[in-house]
C-alpha cells in the first residue's frame, strides 16, 4: 500500500524557535496534502490543505503566518511552526491524497511529536 | 463539524466479533463511507471504504444500509491489538476530511 513518512517522528525545541516538519509520500504522487493537528485524549483537527505549487488553505482559526506550509513537489510538504511556544506542544500528523486514485484515498503518516519546553 | 455519529465507547471480547455502528444521516449521493482506526500515538490507518454496497477486505467488513443513513464496520475476530480509536467518516476522498470523536474499542482477553 501507499507509504507516507514524516520526519522528525519527534522534537524538542526551546520556546521561541521555529520547528520544520516534513511529510512525504513515499511510493505514489499526492496532488494533495493535509496536516492535522491532534491533543492528549482528542480527535485530529485538520489545519491546513495544501496543493502542489500553490498556496495552502487554513481552517478558520489556524494562524497562516504561525504555522508554515510549503508543497514544492508531489511528493513533499513542509510544515514550520515558528516562534513555536508551549502550547504548540502537539502531535502533527500529516495525511496524502493520491494523483489519479478513484475514490481520493488518503493516507496518513505516522505522525510527528512536538514539545516546547 | 463532523458529518457522523459513533458510540464514544464499546467493549469486545478476544476472539469475538466486534460490531462497530456509525450513524451519517445527512451522507450525500456522491459521498463514501470511510473508516479508519488510529493506536495510540500513531496516525490512522485505512481499513474500508463504500458507497453503497457493502464491502469487504482482509481487516474486516462493511455494512451500509439501503438508504445509507448507517453503517457498521464489523471485525470478524477481534485481537487485542485490535483496541484503538476508529473514526467512521463520510467525504468525497481527497477533499478535507473533518474527524469525529471515534470510537474507543477495548478488547479484552
Known amino acids: 500500500g501507499a507509504v507516507v513518512s514524516q520526519h522528525p517522528s519527534w522534537v524538542i525545541c526551546k520556546s521561541g524557535t521555529s520547528v520544520k516538519i516534513e511529510c512525504r509520500s513515499l511510493?505514489?504522487?499526492?496532488?494533495?496534502m493535509f496536516w492535522y493537528r491532534q491533543f492528549p485524549k482528542q480527535s485530529l483537527m485538520l489545519m491546513a490543505t495544501?496543493?502542489?505549487?500553490?498556496?495552502?488553505?487554513?481552517e478558520q482559526g489556524v494562524e497562516k503566518d504561525k504555522f508554515l506550509i510549503n508543497h514544492a513537489s508531489l511528493t513533499l510538504s513542509t510544515l514550520t511552526v515558528t516562534s513555536a511556544h508551549p502550547e504548540d506542544s502537539s502531535f502533527y500528523i500529516c495525511?496524502?491524497?493520491?494523483?489519479?486514485?478513484?475514490?481520493?484515498?488518503?493516507?496518513f503518516g505516522p505522525g510527528t511529536r512536538l514539545t516546547v519546553l | 463539524d463532523a458529518k457522523t455519529t459513533q458510540p464514544t465507547s464499546m467493549d469486545c471480547a478476544e476472539g469475538r466479533a466486534a460490531n462497530l455502528p456509525c450513524n451519517h444521516s445527512t451522507i450525500s449521493g456522491n459521498e463514501y463511507v470511510y473508516w479508519y482506526r488510529q493506536i495510540h500515538s500513531q496516525g490512522p490507518q485505512y481499513i474500508i471504504h463504500g458507497l453503497k454496497n457493502n464491502e469487504t477486505n482482509e481487516m474486516a467488513s462493511l455494512i451500509i444500509t439501503e438508504d445509507r443513513k448507517s453503517s457498521t464496520l464489523i471485525l470478524p475476530h477481534a485481537t487485542l491489538r485490535d483496541t484503538a480509536v476508529y473514526y467512521c467518516?463520510?467525504?468525497?476522498?481527497?477533499?478535507?476530511?473533518?474527524f469525529g470523536a471515534g470510537t474507543r474499542l477495548f478488547v479484552k482477553a
Open positions: 467518516i463520510v467525504g468525497t476522498g481527497g477533499f478535507k476530511t473533518i
Open positions: 495525511s496524502a491524497s493520491a494523483v489519479g486514485s478513484s475514490y481520493n484515498e488518503q493516507f
Open positions: 495544501s496543493n502542489e505549487g500553490s498556496k495552502a488553505t487554513y
Open positions: 511510493d505514489f504522487q499526492a496532488t494533495t
